[in-house]
């Protein structure tokens, strides 16, 4: 039994190929964070709008439930690389997992 496709979630900007990164260090010789363009929409409408979570899914496509697995995910990202300076680069594709 294959698993269910992925709806699509409806993003808005591309800050896909950019990174935030230490200053000083090269971004090749830091450890790279992958930060997906679906998991800064969901940052984006919670945190920087100020969005439930039922209204930043609404918006985006999915359940209140995705986003805040969505959310979760983002955010120990963000915690690890800025307290391990790491460098965090923004991608287009979600990996299927």
Known sequence: MSPRPKKTRKCQGKFCG???????????ELQQV???QDELEALRLCDGE?????EAGKSMGVSRG?????VTIARQKIAKALTE????????QVEIE
């Not at 100020?50 to 039922?54: I, P, Y």
């Open 34 to 36: 992958p930060l997906h």
């Open 50 to 54: 100020g969005l439930t979570q039922e």
């Open 66 to 70: 995705t986003i805040q697995r969505i």
């Open 18 to 28: 950019k990174a935030f990164k230490p200053t000083g260090t090269p971004l090749v």
């Open 85 to 92: 300076g790491h460098a965090l680069v923004f991608v287009d």
